[in-house]
Nanobody, 125 residues
Framework: VQLQASGGGLMQTGGSLRLSCATS????????MGWFRQGPSNEREFVAS????????DYADSVKGRFTISRDTAKNTIYLQMNNLKPEDTAVYYC???????????????????WGQGTEVTVSS
């Protein structure tokens, strides 16, 4: 199983980016998935998750109302639409696949088994 995250880049405050995470080796239609991020001096923190059936989206309070997680099962890909970006959103963003099938998404890193390599997002003020 491989996850390939992409779409990061440099953006000014208030701008938008869309991250993608393409999965191979397993169908995402039966698995919850999540996005996490890690800043220069922070632990890897939860950003957003989506349940195995594509519903039950959950967000960190810091991104609620600005970020949207979605998925396209035909492309076996999840997305993170990030709007109204802030400097504090600067981080490496990681996508992750649940360790078990047919579950709701989780805020805990421990519930995810497969991880992408990360894509870097930098937001300038």
């Amino acid at each position: 199983v491989q996850l390939q995250a992409s779409g990061g880049g440099l953006m000014q405050t208030g701008g938008s980016l869309r991250l993608s995470c393409a999965t191979s080796g397993r169908s995402i239609s039966s698995y919850a998935m999540g996005w996490f991020r890690q800043g220069p001096s922070n632990e890897r923190e939860f950003v957003a998750s989506i349940g195995w059936n594509g519903v039950g989206q959950d967000y960190a309070d810091s991104v609620k109302g600005r970020f949207t997680i979605s998925r396209d099962t035909a492309k076996n890909t999840i997305y993170l639409q990030m709007n109204n970006l802030k400097p504090e959103d600067t981080a490496v963003y990681y996508c992750a696949l649940d360790r078990m099938d047919h579950r709701s998404g989780s805020k805990s890193r421990l519930e995810y088994y497969y991880w992408g390599q990360g894509t870097e997002v930098t937001v300038s003020s």
